[in-house]
């Protein structure tokens, strides 16, 4: 069996005064995608938060590689190779698409690759070389999309956490990240995807877990839960 390199156990946060996550566990294993799917305010957000170190945990434990990553901040994980896309995208607005880019590989110092991946992301998303001197706060949803992942390959990340990508774009703009997505992780990046669009999530998904209310409530490959009628009912609109 392939290497666990994400574990989350017994995890609870508090936030804002409500117990957002109740106890929840699961793992990412190398080589695989995983989706995370649920209804709106069911806790996914909240798990990614906890994860990547932007929330404090009121109890449980998240390990990456095998260790402890309690009380490390995003900067220190993205070191070791866990980067986040996260909800709302969060470009530096008045930056460039190139020097966003360049912010996304400040943990590394090889000049020269960092060049050859500015250009990989731009052979992915050819709307961002055209605007390669644009100001990223300029340009629509979509593209800041784009320039967000783009910017968290820049990492070589070994795992990449994304955070709701498809949500608030038009229909062309969400087929254009999702092919994406599953482009990057055919690329060899473990992927862990939190997503609305339940049924494109579990269409690429190796395994996904169904969240409600803080919880996991369910589990199983992608495939099994795109057809399993409490899924197709809940989240399908079956």
Known sequence: ?????????????AYG?????????????EGELVSLIGSNGAGKTTTMKAITGTLPLASGEIEYLGKSIQGQG??????QGLAMVPEGRGVFARM???????????VRSDKAGITQDIEKVFTIFPRLRERK??????MSGGEQQMLAMGRALMSRPKVLLLDEPSMGLSPIMVDKIFEVVR?????????LLVEQNASRALALANRGYVMDSGLITMTGSGK??????????AYLGE
């Open 1 to 13: 069996m392939a290497q666990t390199l994400l574990k989350v156990s017994g995890l609870q946060v």
């Open 17 to 29: 005064g409500i117990q957002a996550v109740k106890g929840v566990d699961f793992e990412v294993r």
């Open 74 to 79: 995003p900067w220190d994980l993205v070191k």
């Open 96 to 106: 460039t698409i190139t020097e966003n880019l360049q912010m996304g590989a400040y």
């Open 133 to 138: 001197d644009q100001l990223a706060g300029t």
């Open 183 to 191: 482009d990057v992780y055919a690329q060899g990046v473990t992927v």
């Open 224 to 233: 099994d839960l795109l057809s399993d009628p409490k899924v197709r009912a």
